[in-house]
Nanobody, 117 residues
């Protein structure tokens, strides 16, 4: 069984920064993508960023150039550095993993990010 604990969310003003952390417990194949997703009220959960074991990264168009995903392979932990935050980035952020961009495991509690002046 794989579980996730997301942390690092909070409330910031537009233009601010936050660094999210994902701590995964359980065995995840090394070749699985590690990913961040987010869900805003009234919207479907969407993919934000992915990273492979070789550190190949992808981003949604809405965050490219502002967010950066990274990972610590030894600790099965990955991160999302979020800069130049905008009100539209307000959401609950989740991490997960899978062979493709489709999440393989059950969702954790997520961490709330609120961007507001």
């Amino acid at each position: 069984q794989v579980t996730f604990v997301e942390s690092g969310g909070g409330s910031v003003q537009p233009g601010g920064s936050l660094r999210l952390s994902c701590d995964a417990a359980g065995s995840i194949p090394s070749y699985y993508l590690r990913a961040w997703y987010r869900q805003s009220p009234g919207k479907q959960r969407e993919l934000v960023a992915t990273i492979t074991i070789l550190d190949h990264v992808t981003y949604s168009d809405s965050v490219v150039g502002r967010f950066a995903i990274s990972r610590d392979n030894l600790k099965n932990t990955w991160f999302l550095q979020m800069n130049s935050l905008r009100p539209e980035d307000t959401a609950v952020y989740y991490c997960n993993a899978g062979m493709t961009e489709e999440a393989k495991y059950s969702w954790g509690q997520g961490t709330q990010v609120t961007v507001s002046s």
